[in-house]
């Protein structure tokens, strides 16, 4: 029984040694070992990192363009899209409390019979 665990097991152990040494190619994903590293073996048994090296890779290429605005005009939208003042949005809002009081207009809540008559 034990022998037979070991043979199943070094079976498993081998199946997967043999999988993970393929080589696996993704459609869009493109990877190549560079000779030019940033890490720079030293000669007191440590190795360096080199900051420009580090700084070059993290840097952008070229600052993104802006998108072109020319067909967003702004004096022409409604100001109520804007964030603006808007005189007949205050006076829906207000309803017959406006120059009255500062407190919006809320109708009265009427509430049904649940009895249904």
């Keep these: ?3 037979r665990q070991v043979w199943w097991g070094a079976l498993v152990v081998v ?13 869009g994903v493109r990877a ?3 000779p030019e590293g940033c890490v720079a073996s030293a000669e ?3 190795a360096t990192l ?4 580090l700084t070059r890779m993290v840097t952008a290429d070229q600052t993104p363009k802006a998108p072109d605005l020319s067909g967003a ?3 022409r939208r409604p100001s109520n899209t804007l964030g603006l003042y808007n005189a007949s949005g ?8 406006l120059g009255v009081s500062a407190q919006p207009y809320r109708p009265k809540l ?4 649940p009895l249904g008559r």
Excluded: K, W
Aim: hydrophobic share 40%; glycine share 10%; net charge neutral.
């Design 44 to 46: 007191a048994g440590g």
């Design 90 to 97: 205050l006076q829906n809002r207000m309803g017959p409390n």
């Design 110 to 113: 009427v509430y049904p019979n």
């Design 32 to 34: 190549s070992a560079t």
């Design 73 to 75: 005009d702004v004096a």
């Design 15 to 27: 199946a997967f040694a043999a999988h993970g040494q393929q080589v696996v190619e993704l459609p």
């Design 50 to 53: 080199s900051y420009a090296c």
């Design 1 to 3: 029984m034990r022998i």
